[in-house]
């Protein structure tokens, strides 16, 4: 390697920055983020740091060598390259590391760009060959270390001295660590349960020292989004990769399920019209077993897990057996397929309210409270309702709303496929026959809102796309013109 990797310990050390670029506020926060008394020689209005200010002490004129008198580390940022030399030269003299910003020849150690996650910390350089290419894959590594890594730190640095007098062989001790940084310990501390993992630390400590440590599973209920990866927390991408079994659903995408581990193993259980691969009871006893048999289980659906996703069930059963689990939100389908339609759910000129529905019933009706939702300045959107449509649209009408109400249907909604039909509750089932017909997934949108896609759409913005004339203001078509006019592809 070009360069040694070390982490300088700066708490209460004299650091000096000086310079008049526009890398000098990165430098001095840098250094007081470290800890370290910092003196700046820099005309102090130049300095926009805000509050930090205040723990800085300025000097005017030009610097000595005597000035670098007990300081362990010199930042340097001037736009003029000779005093950038020179002061390079005194520090590199007296044996003080230094760096010069954008200039690694005059530089004896290079900053790497920083993930902080106190007291873990991770850096990457590329030897100042390219700093954009380290930016980079800082914010690659920014997605796989959660926030809570510092918690979890601090938490295995409280019990390592009762780790230490209970398994004296460090092999032993490699062992349990990873155990726990592998495990539902450390998962209840990404999900916030500190006191929690405090106590389950506590208890996994004590079993080892009987000699009976076990192995336990636990379920990750997680939400896979309207479709496109680039949309998954960060929370649920990183429990998609670590999972040793993969229970997913029919609407899960499949670039969302290559992320999983390859060694894992995978579980269709995905429910199309009138066909159940696996039956929900089934579902649920099959997460249960498989956490009692020490399993990291991820339960993946499609969208959100709570919203029409049958989650709260799942769990209800987990809790009932004394499994563990956790719940990742994902995006919605009503949110995210609206929002790359280019449909607002909410709108301070057209709609005040939403309200989700499913566009079937258990029992497979579509026998829906008509009244409640067929109210002006709302929007509704429908799950599943491609199959209802017809019933759908002439419900609505029946009960109030305006039959020239737009109205949109959403196909294979956030992904490269997507296919977007704007009509009106009169004609919409239409245009969509016309069209060749819609396949699953699909999302209805109805409201006044659906008037803004023709301004707002920003996804494929060259796609087909199924536009009724009465949105562009042309009330004179008959049915069948406008069926014809707002005809997809």
Same mark, same amino acid.
């Given at each position: 390697?070009?360069?040694?990797?070390?982490?300088?310990?700066?708490?209460?050390?004299?650091?000096?920055?000086?310079? $008049?670029?526009?890398?000098?506020?990165q430098c001095?926060?840098?250094?007081?983020?470290?800890?370290?008394?910092?003196?700046?020689?820099?005309?102090?209005?130049?300095?926009?740091?805000?509050? +930090?200010?205040?723990?800085?002490?300025?000097?005017? +004129?030009?610097?000595?060598?005597?000035?670098?008198?007990?300081?362990?580390?010199?930042?340097?940022?001037?736009?003029?390259?000779?005093?950038?030399?020179?002061?390079?030269?005194?520090?590199?003299?007296?044996?003080?590391?230094?760096?010069?910003?954008?200039?690694? %020849?005059?530089?004896?150690?290079?900053?790497?760009?920083?993930?902080?996650?106190?007291?873990?910390?991770?850096?990457?350089?590329?030897?100042?060959?390219s700093?954009?290419?380290?930016?980079?894959?800082?914010?690659?590594?920014?997605?796989?270390?959660?926030?809570?890594?510092?918690?979890?730190?601090?938490?295995?640095?409280?019990?390592?001295?009762?780790?230490?007098?209970?398994?004296?062989?460090?092999?032993?001790?490699?062992?349990?660590?990873?155990?726990?940084?592998?495990?539902?310990?450390?998962?209840?501390?990404?999900?916030? %349960?500190? $006191?929690?993992?405090y106590?389950?630390?506590?208890?996994?400590?004590?079993?080892?020292?009987?000699?009976?440590a076990?192995?336990? +599973?636990?379920?990750?209920?997680?939400?896979?989004?309207? +479709?496109?990866?680039?949309?998954?927390?960060?929370?649920?991408?990183?429990?998609?990769?670590?999972?040793?079994?993969?229970?997913?659903?029919?609407?899960?995408?499949?670039?969302?399920l290559?992320?999983? %581990?390859? $060694?894992?193993?995978?579980?269709?259980?995905?429910?199309?019209?009138?066909?159940?691969?696996?039956?929900?009871?089934?579902?649920?006893?099959?997460?249960?077993?498989?956490? =009692?048999?020490?399993?990291?289980?991820?339960?993946?659906?499609?969208?959100?897990?709570f919203?029409?996703?049958?989650?709260?069930?799942?769990?209800?059963?987990l809790?009932?057996?004394?499994?563990?689990?956790?719940?990742?939100?994902?995006?919605?389908?009503?949110?995210?397929?609206?929002?790359?339609?280019?449909?607002?759910?909410?709108h301070?000129?057209?709609?005040?309210?939403? !309200?989700?529905?499913?566009?079937?019933?258990?029992?497979?009706?579509?026998?829906?409270?008509w009244?409640?939702l067929? *109210?002006?300045?709302?929007? !509704?959107?429908i799950?599943?309702?491609?199959?209802?449509?017809?019933?759908?649209?002439?419900?609505?009408?029946?009960?109030?709303?305006?039959?020239?109400?737009?109205?949109?249907?959403? *196909?294979?909604?956030?992904?490269?496929?997507?296919?977007?039909?704007?009509?009106?509750?009169?004609?919409?089932? =239409?245009?969509?026959?016309?069209?060749?017909?819609?396949?699953?997934?699909?999302?209805?949108?109805?409201?006044? !809102?659906?008037?803004?896609?023709? =301004?707002?759409?920003?996804?494929?913005?060259?796609?087909?796309?199924?536009?009724?004339?009465?949105?562009?203001?042309?009330p004179?078509?008959?049915?069948?013109?406008r069926?014809?006019?707002?005809?997809?592809?």
């Amino acid at each position: 390697m070009d360069f040694l990797p070390i982490f300088l310990n700066l708490q209460h050390k004299s650091a000096l920055v000086a310079g $008049d670029g526009d890398a000098l506020a990165q430098c001095a926060r840098l250094l007081l983020d470290a800890g370290a008394n910092v003196a700046a020689w820099c005309d102090q209005n130049a300095l926009e740091i805000g509050d +930090g200010a205040a723990r800085i002490q300025f000097h005017r +004129g030009t610097l000595q060598a005597s000035d670098l008198d007990g300081v362990r580390v010199v930042l340097l940022c001037y736009d003029d390259d000779e005093e950038n030399a020179r002061i390079a030269a005194l520090a590199d003299a007296r044996g003080v590391p230094v760096n010069v910003h954008m200039h690694p %020849r005059l530089s004896s150690f290079i900053v790497p760009s920083i993930i902080d996650r106190s007291p873990v910390l991770a850096a990457v350089s590329t030897g100042a060959v390219s700093p954009s290419l380290a930016r980079v894959v800082r914010a690659r590594l920014e997605m796989m270390l959660p926030n809570s890594y510092g918690a979890l730190a601090r938490l295995a640095g409280h019990f390592t001295a009762a780790v230490r007098e209970r398994l004296r062989e460090p092999a032993a001790r490699r062992r349990f660590w990873e155990h726990v940084f592998d495990g539902p310990i450390a998962e209840m501390v990404h999900a916030g %349960r500190d $006191d929690e993992a405090y106590r389950a630390l506590q208890r996994a400590i004590q079993s080892v020292h009987e000699g009976h440590a076990q192995s336990q +599973g636990e379920v990750y209920l997680v939400g896979a989004g309207p +479709g496109d990866p680039d949309l998954l927390t960060f929370r649920a991408l990183r429990l998609v990769q670590r999972a040793d079994v993969v229970i997913y659903d029919r609407l899960v995408s499949a670039q969302v399920l290559a992320l999983a %581990r390859p $060694d894992a193993r995978r579980i269709y259980a995905g429910k199309a019209r009138n066909q159940h691969t696996i039956r929900q009871e089934n579902i649920n006893q099959l997460l249960v077993r498989l956490a =009692k048999e020490g399993k990291r289980v991820l339960r993946l659906k499609g969208g959100d897990p709570f919203t029409f996703g049958r989650g709260g069930e799942e769990i209800e059963t987990l809790a009932a057996q004394g499994v563990p689990f956790q719940v990742v939100p994902g995006i919605t389908a009503a949110a995210g397929c609206a929002a790359y339609a280019g449909i607002p759910l909410t709108h301070r000129d057209f709609s005040q309210a939403c !309200v989700f529905v499913t566009g079937h019933l258990r029992d497979g009706s579509v026998d829906l409270n008509w009244r409640m939702l067929a *109210q002006p300045q709302q929007t !509704v959107v429908i799950y599943m309702g491609l199959h209802g449509l017809p019933i759908i649209c002439e419900q609505l009408i029946a009960h109030g709303l305006p039959e020239d109400t737009p109205a949109a249907l959403i *196909q294979q909604g956030t992904t490269r496929h997507q296919q977007v039909y704007t009509a009106t509750l009169r004609t919409l089932d =239409k245009v969509v026959a016309r069209a060749g017909g819609a396949k699953a997934p699909t999302l209805i949108v109805i409201g006044e !809102v659906v008037r803004l896609r023709d =301004k707002l759409n920003w996804f494929n913005p060259h796609d087909s796309v199924a536009e009724l004339a009465l949105l562009h203001r042309a009330p004179s078509l008959s049915d069948e013109q406008r069926a014809d006019h707002g005809k997809g592809c």
